[in-house]
């Protein structure tokens, strides 16, 4: 069973909507939350890295928040635009990196 | 700004050829990692470097094998490529992971068909 879980799997939004992505994980001890980014045909790209420390962390549009006692984080995403249809990946590093399958977000105009 | 290069884009070959895949990074990384990307799975990894000539199996480096005989470049090498073997590769680099608020940096990905 896989340490990291994202949800959903993917979803479809209309362009100027906000959106939410969900992350569980099991992975302890805990280090740090990544999430990225990955565009079709393209390798991921970090967006936000938090520590166990942090409970929210935005790059730009983005804002990520991270629940340590729950290991629960999620990614919102304000205003979307048509360049945000991607996959978001998010990964929790631990004594290695453990990533999440996924979710693919689709914006339509 | 940073950079990892991997040599194709897109690369078909045979059952039971010696498959090569190459690739650079320019931000003098002492990690460099090689993942399998298969839908639905998410990103497993193959096997990572920390150092010149030094490597560790990952989650699944079975029927795999790598070489770093310079700090820029990581190879991963199919000794004797089978259909299972068909992916999305991906190689990534980054400062040490303890140091917390350093990310990986990936390449754009080698789509390897095996027929």
């Known amino acids: 069973k896989n340490q990291v879980e994202q949800s959903p799997q993917s979803l479809i939004i209309l362009e100027g909507k906000n959106c939410t992505l969900q992350?569980?994980?099991?992975?302890?001890?805990?280090?740090?939350l990544r999430w990225y980014k990955q565009d079709t045909g393209r390798g991921p790209v970090s967006l936000t890295i938090m520590t166990f420390s942090e409970n929210t962390k935005s790059n730009g549009r983005y804002t990520a928040t991270l629940d340590a006692d729950t290991k629960q984080s999620s990614l919102h995403i304000t205003a979307s635009q048509l360049s945000d249809s991607a996959s978001y990946i998010c990964v929790v590093s631990a004594n290695k990196l453990s990533f999440g399958a996924g979710t693919t977000v689709t914006v339509r105009a | 700004d940073v950079k990892v290069t991997q040599s194709s884009r897109y690369l078909v070959k045979r059952t039971g050829e010696k498959v090569f895949l190459e690739c650079v990074q320019d931000m003098d990384h002492e990690n460099m990692f090689w993942y399998r990307q298969d839908p639905g799975l998410g990103l497993r990894l193959i096997y990572f470097?920390?150092?010149?000539?030094?490597?560790e199996k990952g989650d699944i480096p079975e029927g795999y094998s790598v070489s770093r005989e310079k700090k820029e470049r990581f190879s991963l090498i199919l000794e004797s490529a089978s259909t299972n073997q068909t992916s999305m590769y991906l190689c990534?680099?980054?400062?040490?992971?303890?140091?917390?608020?350093?990310?990986?940096?990936f390449g754009d990905g080698t789509r390897l068909s095996i027929l």
């Open positions: 990534a680099s980054s400062f040490p992971l303890t140091a917390s608020n350093q990310p990986q940096h």
């Open positions: 470097s920390y150092d010149v000539k030094m490597k």
């Open positions: 992350c569980n994980y099991t992975v302890s001890p805990f280090s740090n």
